[in-house]
């Protein structure tokens, strides 16, 4: 049996990686390892491994975490967990964590364990926002999506309005082999249906009246990327066939075009509707169902991932303040934003929040100061808490009241568009 130098074998390796010892010792790391941690090989063999990854004095299984650590040394299993580890600058990255039972020349266990970070360096941001948990419920969706994200499938991703369906597109956008192409989205609830073919393949000059010039769609745009279509039930049924077309050939024609183009483009879609649903009410095309779902993705609401309420609050307070300070909430606060069902998900916590810094006092949001719509102000982990529905029909109704029955002023509230809190109104009898 020839003898291996263990860190030439493990610098081979692509992935960080790093052997640990019983004692929680860090006894080799490879250099992809120490650059990730921003400490130099020397410098962290003999550190604990949980104050180099987690910033933590106490090993992650006594934090309420699943450890390779512990599933090695005290129940003999290798296993693969996920975890969210920090850099040097404390910035947090999603990480999936293959562990491996080693075994040393003396007969020591050692545990292996390989790192793969989840996220690219553009995929945690979109504009304003970025993607930010590290409950078990965020951490399975965010490896999900890694996951599906090196395929050239098409993606459907569903969710509750608000709960960040684009930034999951983003994110698989700049995890896949396109992330150097365009990202294009198209909200498809917001394209008037006489503009809607216009928009996505593009007009030539003359086309129709006012069309003074050549306009390229988003489709073509899109080429060599990733094409986005938000709300995706919302493209009207005599548009669906046209649709299907171009992705079975990937070929169109500009409105008012005689040349056939071709366009590579890797579709993600979303929709907070079950399109098998629509499919069944004939508002759907099964055809163009099948083109679209070639992978399904699901994506939690706020109100299974409660643990994750206090970091986003906090994220979204800080980017709410810009160059002011930023506030904070007290823990009455905070207690009751984790207890609120947050219908409209995120984007509802971030108007909230929005509403509050600007009557806060002395940089402190209390409990009077967040405006929660009582009524709703349920906990549905409890039995015999309210079906969701009914929950949304309630808070949807007390809004109506708190606005004055203004559409404009509750669908921005809700973090929706008015043509979808139309449909709302309509399925809860409230119009």
Known sequence: ???????????????????????????????????????????????LCHVVSHHSPRPCHKNGEQCPHQALFEHGEAVEVLHTHFHADDQPERTRIRGHALRGTNGERYLGEQLYPLEADAGTDCDSMRMVGKSPAFLACVDNLARVADCEAPILLFGESGVGKELAARFIHARSPRAGGAFIVINCAAVPENLFESELFGHERGAFSGSSG????LFELAD?????????????????AKLLRVLESGEFRRV???????????????????LLDEVDEKRFRLDLYYRLAGIDVDLPPLRERRDDIPGLAAFLLK????ARRACRLDSAALAMLQAYDFPGNVRELRNLLQ???????????????????????TTTALPGAQPLAEVERTHIRALLDVHAGHRSRVAAALGITERTLYRKLKRYGLS
Not at 224 to 240: K, R
Not at 262 to 268: F, I, P, Q, T
């Open 1 to 47: 049996m020839p003898q291996l130098e263990l860190q030439e074998l493990i610098d081979a390796n692509d992935q960080p990686f790093v052997v640990i010892d019983r004692e929680y010792r860090i006894v080799a790391a490879n250099r992809r390892y120490s650059a990730t941690y921003g400490v130099t090989t020397d410098a962290i063999v003999g550190q």
């Open 214 to 217: 050549l306009k390229k769609g």
């Open 224 to 240: 060599g990327g990733t094409l986005f279509l938000d709300e995706v039930a919302e493209i009207p049924l005599g548009l669906q």
């Open 256 to 274: 008012g075009g005689t040349h056939t183009l071709k366009a590579d483009v890797r579709l993600v879609s979303a929709t907070n509707r079950r």
């Open 319 to 322: 980017r709410l303040a810009g």
């Open 355 to 377: 509403r509050a810094v600007l009557t806060c006092r002395d940089g402190v949001i209390r409990a009077a100061d967040l405006h929660l719509p009582t009524a709703t102000a």
